[in-house]
């Protein structure tokens, strides 16, 4: 289950992966499958070439990919989630969800 984002988020987001672009949207997130996440950040992109590029070149595997309806996107969430923004440098996102 999914919150801590309103539907003007969810859409910016949507039309960035639509638009082809990499686009990022972090939210509060409860899965019994992984009881100790509380955040994940959806990694999307409609060109499925270029996010499995993205994939690649963040050490991640693009097997991984979730391909639904015209949203594919990979699930970042953890130890991967959090050190994707330190070496980004992207603190807003985390630092909003974080602290």
């Known amino acids: 289950m999914a919150f801590g984002i309103d539907r003007s988020q969810l859409n910016y987001w949507k039309q960035q992966v639509s638009d082809g672009q990499i686009a990022f949207l972090t939210h509060y997130w409860i899965d019994d499958r992984f ?3 509380r955040t994940v950040t959806k990694v999307g992109c ?10 690649r070149e963040h050490q991640l595997n693009p ?6 309806d015209r949203y594919p996107h990979f ?9 994707y923004f330190k070496t ?3 603190t807003r996102s985390y ?3 974080w602290t």
């Not at 409609?46 to 994939?55: G, S």
């Not at 097997?63 to 639904?68: E, L, S």
């Open 35 to 37: 009881p100790n996440m």
């Open 46 to 55: 409609a060109d499925i070439e270029k996010l499995q590029n993205w994939c």
């Open 63 to 68: 097997r991984y990919i979730h391909f639904r």
């Open 75 to 83: 699930d970042l969430f953890g130890v991967e989630q959090l050190a």
């Open 88 to 90: 980004r440098r992207t």
């Open 95 to 97: 630092r909003s969800i």
